[in-house]
Every structure is written in structure tokens, then in C-alpha cells.
């Protein structure tokens, strides 16, 4: 299994440039997260997933947006990219949502000028 | 509104040395606590407790809960270099697997 991959791992963008955030689990979890985390702070939740079809807003959602077609991709868009979305951005699925830890891919740092 | 706050943000310990962090929580319908490690890259996975007083062990690192003081501790004995990193804690709220995460608190181990 390669668990939770996420691409691309780095990317710089212009303010007002759009791009989606690739993610994809092959371990079958209906369960799947995006958050951010800013320098020196714990992760933030952006969007999540309960199963294809169904997305809702975390605690962070304006300025992206997803969607779920399959159980395998999650991707997330960011339309009008701003400085305040300069972040690292986790995805992460789990299998059960209460007594299943949450697995994270590695990451994608993004940088907005 | 939720909340989960750690204590301390950052520490600097000497190899062989025992170290103890702090989660404190204010969350309405909790489900759980989890503790990750982050070192620089994606968290990995520590525990998750779901009742309170019983410890969780996994080689040096041990945990518990205690859900009527709403805080959790994570305890590393005889910390190695290998143990410097983020460690974050999260609150699992609610029905759909929200993680509500605090700030991290950064381990420095020094030989």
C-alpha cells in the first residue's frame, strides 16, 4: 500500500492564480480530511469527506474548495490563491472516524506571491 | 468555541532526560484525544485515548486521560536524540471525525 500520497510537494504561485492539490488513498477509507498548518501552529481543518458524493466545511474552508467523485481522490482547488494561503497542506483518510486514527500524507507547501 | 491547548510550546531537554507535556481541552461532544508526533514532515500516529485513567504504553512513551480535569499527558522517559520533534495533540469532536488540534509543543533533545 502507498497509504496517502499527495501531489505536487512544492509549488509556488502568483497571487489571483488558481491550482487543485492532488490526493489519493489505496487503502479503501471512506473517511477523508484536508488541513492546513501555518508555521509554529497545529493543523486546521479545511474540507472533509464521510464517502464519495458527500464533502463539508471545516473550521477554514473560504477560498477552497473540493469534491469526492471517487473513494480513492480528494482533490482540493484553490481559485483566487492570496499570501494567506501560503501554508503546508495535509491530506489524511481514515477508515472509521471514531476509532480509527486518521493516516496523513505527506504534505504539499504552497507559496503565494 | 472548541479549543485544545498545549503546554509547553517548546522544550529543551538533555539525552536520558524524562519529559512530560500538557493537552488541555475545552470541546463540546469529545469523542477521543490523540497524540501524533510531527517531524518535519506528515504526523505519525501515537495513541488515541478514549477513557480515563488508563495508560497507554508503547516502549518509552506513555499517555493518559483524564476526562473529568479535561487534559491528557504524554510522557517520554530516557528521551533520545531521535525524539526531538513536534508533538501535537488532537481532540476528535463530534460525528464525522473532526480533529480539533492544538498549537504542538516542540521537543529538543540535546546529546
Known amino acids: 500500500n502507498a497509504g496517502v500520497t499527495q501531489t505536487p510537494k512544492f509549488r509556488i504561485l502568483k497571487i489571483g492564480q488558481s491550482m487543485t492539490l492532488q490526493c489519493t488513498q489505496d487503502?479503501?477509507?471512506?473517511?477523508m480530511y484536508w488541513y492546513r498548518q501555518d508555521p509554529g501552529m497545529g493543523l486546521k481543518l479545511i474540507y472533509y469527506?464521510?464517502?464519495?458524493?458527500?464533502?463539508d466545511k471545516g473550521e477554514v474552508p473560504n477560498g477552497y474548495n473540493v469534491s469526492r467523485s471517487t473513494t480513492e481522490d480528494f482533490p482540493l482547488r484553490l481559485e483566487l490563491a492570496a499570501p494567506s494561503q501560503t501554508s503546508v497542506y495535509f491530506c489524511?483518510?481514515?477508515?472509521?472516524?471514531?476509532?480509527?486514527?486518521?493516516?496523513f500524507g505527506p504534505g504539499t507547501r504552497l507559496t503565494v506571491t | 468555541e472548541d479549543k485544545v491547548v498545549q503546554s509547553p510550546l517548546s522544550l529543551v531537554v538533555h539525552e536520558g532526560d524524562t519529559v512530560t507535556l500538557n493537552c488541555s481541552y475545552e470541546v463540546t461532544n469529545f469523542r477521543s484525544l490523540l497524540w501524533y508526533k510531527q517531524e518535519k514532515k506528515a504526523p505519525t500516529f501515537l495513541f488515541m485515548l478514549t477513557s480515563s485513567g488508563i495508560e497507554k504504553k508503547s516502549g518509552r512513551l506513555s499517555s493518559i486521560l483524564d476526562k473529568k480535569e479535561l487534559f491528557s499527558i504524554l510522557n517520554i522517559t530516557a528521551t533520545q536524540t531521535g525524539d526531538s520533534a513536534v508533538y501535537l495533540c488532537?481532540?476528535?469532536?463530534?460525528?464525522?471525525?473532526?480533529?480539533?488540534f492544538g498549537q504542538g509543543t516542540t521537543l529538543q533533545v540535546k546529546p
Open positions: 489524511a483518510s481514515s477508515y472509521d472516524w471514531q476509532f480509527d486514527e486518521q493516516y
Open positions: 488532537a481532540v476528535l469532536s463530534g460525528n464525522t471525525g473532526k480533529l480539533i
Open positions: 469527506s464521510v464517502g464519495a458524493g458527500i464533502t
Open positions: 487503502m479503501n477509507h471512506n473517511y
